[in-house]
């Protein structure tokens, strides 16, 4: 059994940026990237403080904004067209999720295409789907595959289960790896008998939320298994995997955490160096 | 064994647009839809007469404009953006192929949003893959999933195996059975073995262009079995399955010809009304 070591590679990632950002900072052009949170939702605040912390390390400008809960839809748009209209910002998150009473797409969309670093623009969603050029795509999903990449896992021709089919990572990540060629299989909490899907799969991916759901008897021998979960069970995190009862059975399997989870920050700020290289060229 | 029988539902629905077509015809509206074909392909001149032969039933008007293949990329840009201001022409369809010297993507997206009648632009993809309110999708697989509504198929739950991964059919119509609560499996060339991800399926779909790929030893018995696929073998106009071989096996099954095909000019012009009415609106 191999470790994804998604720690490591995203540590490496982070390096082979700190160049790009030196070459960028000796033009006098130090990348930006603007987020804005609403409310105190526990999660999220920790999320944007990891986001803080590795721009921070890398000498990457970060530009927060804090609304509480009760801010209008008008006030967070005027704030997003500032960060647009800024040209020391070359990326905008908005961290999600969203107060319920908050139209989640027409603030996602008021964010310009070209600063999209969070790739979840219904145009940049477009270009994912259709396989057009692309200039920015779901984290998460990226990160997966530049693990897969990483460890030099060529999913051509293989068949691949993911369980979870959100548009920010389990539909993303099939498009990307049916471009690549894989056979695809997607389930979610619909499906009547998930292990029917996953038993025979030679890589499995999981993204649902449901804390240590695949059990060993879901998997076949040699299974390469990519974790995807970030739980709490019992006061610790954990993933979708029961990674203690699978992994002598895997070829290769991510850990939670330090799998998939840091591959996630290292795509987002690559994203966003390329995005001030763009912008530096214009 | 029941035959899903898509020319009297498409009958059906034009003659449900007829009244709808009426309607705005009292107010002096006519719906219009604009056609550009580059070329002399026969298979693409056979396609745009049968458009043609329906607008002129229901009293649509039919705009076409012919260039020959050695058109440039802007002469159709420059016509495409006629189209787009002309407030006589509700929709907008550019017949696909082109010849490869054309940059397809460059040209379907200066079809505006609002007339995107075939749902190719990125805009309506994104949309449609973010599942956010749709204006307008692909025509084809929304003539399956109005197919299976007619015959009160209810995918949730389903497995569905889906044969062919294009941009135009396969995947949207996987998005489109996804959103419905189905489980997806996606093939295509570059898989394996796909008899083993149809015989266990619920539902079959084939859109891949390889004429009586599927046989009878490749499915369950009371499989629902949608044919997608229009091919030419020894003169014969047939499907992507074995028709004959597999009817028997089958709780539903569609006829090629009359089934998947007629749907599609049925759904197209419904989308071309419906964007009549709300332009009608404005």
């Known amino acids: 059994m191999i470790l994804l070591d998604g720690k490591k590679v995203s540590e490496e990632i982070q390096l082979s940026l700190k160049d790009r950002i030196n070459s960028l900072v000796e033009r006098n052009i130090t990348p930006g990237l603007g987020v804005i949170i609403v409310g105190k939702r526990e999660d999220s605040i920790k999320y944007v403080n990891a986001k803080k912390k590795v721009c921070e390390k890398l000498g990457i400008h970060f530009f927060l904004k804090e609304f509480n809960e009760n801010v209008s839809?008008?006030?967070?748009?005027?704030?997003?067209?500032?960060?647009?209209?800024?040209?020391?910002?070359?990326?905008?998150?908005?961290?999600?999720?969203?107060?319920?009473?908050?139209?989640?797409?027409?603030?996602?969309?008021?964010?310009?295409?070209?600063?999209?670093?969070?790739?979840?623009?219904?145009?940049?969603?477009?270009?994912?789907?259709?396989?057009?050029?692309?200039?920015?795509?779901?984290?998460?999903?990226?990160?997966?595959?530049?693990?897969?990449?990483?460890?030099?896992?060529?999913?051509?021709?293989?068949?691949?289960?993911?369980?979870?089919?959100?548009?920010?990572?389990?539909?993303?990540?099939?498009?990307?790896?049916l471009q690549r060629g894989a056979t695809i299989t997607i389930c979610h909490i619909r499906t009547k008998d998930v292990k029917q899907h996953t038993k025979h799969a030679d890589l499995v991916i999981s993204c649902c939320g449901v804390p240590h759901l695949v059990k060993n008897d879901w998997l076949k021998?040699?299974?390469?298994?990519?974790?995807?979960?970030?739980?709490?069970?019992?006061?610790?995190?954990?993933?979708?995997?029961?990674?203690?009862?699978?992994?002598?059975?895997?070829?290769?399997?991510?850990?939670?955490?330090?799998g998939a989870g840091p591959m996630t920050i290292a795509i987002l700020v690559k994203q966003l160096v390329e995005s001030c290289e763009r912008f530096s060229k214009l």
């Open 73 to 177: 839809e008008n006030e967070l748009i005027n704030e997003i067209e500032k960060m647009n209209n800024n040209s020391e910002i070359h990326g905008i998150l908005v961290q999600l999720p969203l107060p319920m009473n908050l139209n989640k797409e027409k603030i996602v969309n008021t964010i310009s295409v070209n600063k999209d670093v969070d790739g979840f623009h219904m145009i940049n969603a477009g270009k994912l789907f259709l396989n057009h050029e692309k200039q920015f795509v779901p984290c998460t999903p990226l990160g997966c595959m530049e693990l897969l990449d990483h460890y030099r896992i060529d999913v051509e021709g293989l068949n691949i289960t993911i369980i979870g089919a959100s548009d920010i990572v389990g539909l993303p990540l099939s498009m990307m790896l």
């Open 221 to 258: 021998e040699d299974v390469i298994v990519i974790d995807i979960g970030m739980n709490m069970l019992d006061g610790k995190l954990v993933g979708d995997v029961d990674f203690l009862e699978v992994k002598d059975k895997c070829q290769y399997i991510t850990p939670v955490p330090g």
